[in-house]
Structure formats: C-alpha cells, structure tokens
C-alpha cells in the first residue's frame, strides 16, 4: 500500500475551485479509468487498486490517494503527473 497526500493553494473563489477540482477529476479519471462522485465538497474517487479524495477548501484544495499494493509501485509516477495536472489547475488563479 502506498499513500500519496498533495496540499495546492489557490485563490479561487468557491465556485471557481470546485469547477477546477472537476477539471483535475476529469483528468485523472480518464487517464486512470476512475469513478468519481461529489459528497459536499470533497470529490472522492476510485478503481480497482486506487481511492481517494479531493478536498476544496477556501485557499486550498487536498488530494489524498491511497493505492493498494500492485499500484503502489507507480506511485512516484501517479503523484508527479497528479502534482503537475493540480498546479496547472489550481495555480493558474
């Protein structure tokens, strides 16, 4: 197992974030083949091998994702290209 945890702030408003939050989901779940669903203002996600959350708070957003053992061996691979796709998202504002 591992887990990865990713902190992003940002400086949108709510509903700027949450839209940025969708694009990062849309991202992710089509390159890794992931279900997501809203509860409140954490997205949370997952597939075979692979859950986790997005959480939007007012000046910064937290993805927290933990992959179980045959993924966890692509975790510095997963947590680059997440890190890269959130800034691109997050800190544009």
């Known amino acids: 197992m591992a887990d990865i945890s990713i902190v992003q702030e940002h400086r949108l408003t709510p509903n700027k974030a ?3 939050a969708q694009k990062v989901a849309d991202k ?3 390159e890794y083949g992931l279900e997501c669903a809203w509860q409140g203002d954490v997205l949370h996600f997952e597939r075979s091998g ?6 939007v708070e007012a000046r910064q957003v937290e993805m927290n994702i933990r ?5 966890s061996a692509f975790a510095p691979a997963i947590e680059a290209k997440v890190t890269e796709k959130m800034k ?4 544009a504002a």
């Open 18 to 20: 949450r839209e940025a």
């Open 88 to 91: 691109a998202v997050f800190g």
């Open 50 to 55: 692979v859950h986790g959350s997005l959480a």
């Open 67 to 71: 992959l179980g053992f045959l993924m």
């Open 28 to 30: 992710i779940s089509a």
